[in-house]
């Protein structure tokens, strides 16, 4: 019978506190940082899976950046299987200064909500209406108000914005003559149900900027970035692709039609290697604590090679020994790394605040938190069982006679 | 009455730097159950090696040892560590406790390699520190006690789990005369009053003159031994 005196385990840690806490710092630092990375990288992923199967995404065949004409819709709305179809374009104005930067589309407000009633919920409307009677008073006020908007909750909590507030935007893309800034009225804010649906996101009405555009008080792109339609339940999406993309295919303008988990891929391609990049800064970093652990509990069983003396004296078999020298590493790693997952998440607000413009809805998935946690056990054990191989492989009477 | 230690035709060689010194080429010798016997002799006279051999800190690298029963020359050293905890109780000159346990906690550690539950360990421990006289220090840890009391606890330690043998090395090497004496006639009345059987090195001639028998060793050959007259006191 050989029971492990775990006692010891508690009394190493609270014995050296300097060394415990800076190893348990390093793997902090090193699990949050993972945790971030890994959660960009699924955070871009979760786009790609989340989106719609039955929403298509009709764009310039030539580029994401080339307008299409504003008189396809009807042609697309025209064709078998499309039930509804919206405009999508992109804004690009900022809110005072450059880094209040974040995404507004201008869409055609009355079947925008009908196309994303999965994806997104409307939680107050502009009397403060909640539940499904929001999204019919959101839907009244856009049809009422051409400079009405919709908000993200992001968007509430990062700026302090709610309904019946003014928010003024400065246009890049879009911007008027008299240099003045655009002015939409919040009417209402919605909540996103999937990772495809950004959390900090204005939705104006297209014909509102179009209105300048045509009365020539505004310059911009007279065209549309993206059409978006539903597929009709029971037809086949990839004959409404062919049928819509058939009948531009003497242009003006050749389309590009595609699934929008295919869109939100390409547009994830777009940023080349970048996640795999960010994966792999992720796991070098855990990497090159292990190395510091590795060496934190080297140092430790070199320190305990006398206690082992006494121990294997005692009559305490390798075994013990071991068990104790791995326990003490992954108290280590898993104190540290649970503390830099808890961080993870518990920063996931601010995270989204900071990189809510490049990667919209970021969050840390669980999966994510299980690898790290997964991670700092694998480091703990490799760090442990370098000490206690070295340890096994003395004698008692040698380890008796080196410095405690 | 079979002997408690019996060593026959040992030889054991250390390789230190490359350079083979044989510290005993062949040693044949005994101790009785029962017996308190002081192994003096020279520095690197062998003294420490056979304490390490009966221990089964060691193997001999030729000859049979037999302690309590036991042919440990014959244990794999998978088995050793286990033989260790039934049978010996180690006491260092160093002392060798654990520095970040309490004196309680540092007797109660072999006790984890019993069958025994917590608070019948609790019991043994406390009563082996009764038994060296330091009931009142038993939450103390090793930087807290005179070198005498952690001597006390080592002895202790090594009595907790009633094992056959104890082997001490230097049990009084770091001590003052008046704690050594005092170590001394505690390890004299376990041998008397509860029967162990006790083999100690020492350099020391009045820590010795405690023992029923003293063996002088030089270069590993027994060279002289004999009996002392009765207990002193």
């Known amino acids: 019978m050989s029971r492990t005196p775990w006692r010891l ?3 190493h840690l609270w014995a050296h506190k300097v060394r415990t806490g800076l190893t348990v710092a390093a793997m902090l630092v090193a699990l949050f940082l993972f945790c971030c990375l890994v959660s960009i990288v699924t955070t871009v992923n979760a786009a790609v899976t989340s989106a719609a199967g039955n929403r298509l995404v009709v764009q310039s065949a030539v580029s994401l950046f080339v307008d299409l004409p504003r008189d396809y ?9 499309v039930v509804r179809a919206s405009k999508l374009q992109w804004f690009g104005g900022y809110y005072q200064e450059l880094s209040n ?11 925008f909500f009908d196309l994303y009633s999965r994806d997104l919920e409307i939680v107050e409307g502009p009397d403060g209406e909640t539940g499904p009677e929001a999204r019919a008073a959101v839907e009244a006020a856009m049809a009422a108000d051409r400079r009405a908007c919709v908000i993200a909750e992001g968007l509430r909590s990062r700026f302090g914005w709610g309904v019946g507030r003014t928010v003024h935007l400065i246009g890049t893309i879009f911007q008027k003559n008299d240099k003045s800034s655009w002015e939409f009225n919040v009417v209402g804010i919605y909540r996103p149900l999937k990772s495809n649906v950004d959390n900090l996101t204005l939705w104006m009405r297209y014909d509102y900027i179009q209105e300048f555009l045509d009365g020539g008080l505004a310059t911009g792109p007279m065209g549309v970035g993206v059409y978006v339609l539903n597929v009709a339940e029971g037809y086949d999406p990839a004959a409404v692709v062919e049928g819509i993309d058939s009948q531009f295919r003497n242009g003006p303008q050749v389309t590009m039609t595609t699934t929008e988990a295919a869109f939100q891929a390409a547009f994830v391609s777009m940023l080349g290697n970048l996640p795999m990049f960010i994966g792999t800064i992720g796991g070098a970093v855990v990497f090159a604590v292990m190395f510091t652990l590795v060496n934190t509990m080297l140092m430790a069983g070199r320190q305990r090679a006398h206690e082992g003396g006494i121990l294997k004296a005692l009559g305490f078999p390798n075994g013990v020994l071991s068990r104790l020298m791995v326990s003490e590493s992954l108290a280590l790693s898993l104190l540290g790394g649970g503390l830099g997952i808890a961080l993870a998440f518990a920063s996931q607000h601010s995270m989204q605040v900071m990189l809510g413009s490049y990667f919209p809805n970021y969050h840390v998935e669980p999966r994510t938190a299980a690898y790290g946690f997964g991670m700092a056990a694998i480091i703990g054990i ?4 370098t000490p206690a191989l070295l340890q096994a492989r003395l004698r008692p009477t040698d380890a008796l006679r080196s410095e405690g | 009455m079979s002997p408690m230690i019996e060593m026959r035709s040992v030889a054991k060689t250390y390789f230190r730097g490359g350079q083979a010194l044989t510290v005993i ?3 044949d010798f005994e101790v009785e159950t029962g017996d308190f016997v002081a192994l003096m002799g020279p520095s690197g006279s062998g003294k420490s090696t056979i304490l390490n051999l009966a221990g089964g800190l060691d193997y001999p690298d030729r ?3 037999v302690v309590a029963g036991s042919d440990i020359t014959e244990l794999p050293a998978s088995a050793l560590p286990n033989w260790r905890a039934r049978h010996v109780g180690f006491v260092f000159q160093a002392f060798n406790l654990v520095p970040v346990l309490t004196a309680l906690e540092n007797v ?3 006790l984890l390699l019993t069958p025994l539950g917590r608070k019948e360990r609790l019991k043994q421990a406390e009563f082996a520190l009764e038994v060296v006289g330091l009931s009142e220090r038993m939450s103390h840890r090793p930087k807290q006690l005179s070198g005498g009391q952690e001597q006390r606890v080592a002895i202790a330690r090594a009595i907790a789990t009633d094992p056959d043998l104890i082997l001490a090395d230097e049990p009084t090497g770091d001590l003052d005369r008046d704690t050594a004496n005092s170590v001394m006639d505690l390890l004299r009345r376990l041998n008397v009053e509860i029967g162990k059987t006790i083999l100690i090195v020492t350099h020391d001639h009045v820590a010795a003159e405690k023992a ?3 063996v002088h060793l030089d270069k590993g050959v027994l060279v002289q031994e004999h009996r002392n007259a009765g207990p002193a006191a």
């Open chain 1, 9 to 11: 385990v508690w009394e």
């Open chain 1, 73 to 81: 819709q009807p042609k697309i709305e025209a064709v078998p299987g």
């Open chain 1, 101 to 111: 930067f974040f995404a507004q589309f201008g869409v055609d407000h009355q079947v």
């Open chain 1, 382 to 385: 490799i760090a442990g069982v």
């Open chain 2, 25 to 27: 080429e062949s040693l």
């Open chain 2, 63 to 65: 000859g049979r040892i």
């Open chain 2, 108 to 110: 109660m550690l072999p």
């Open chain 2, 212 to 214: 029923h028998r003293q």
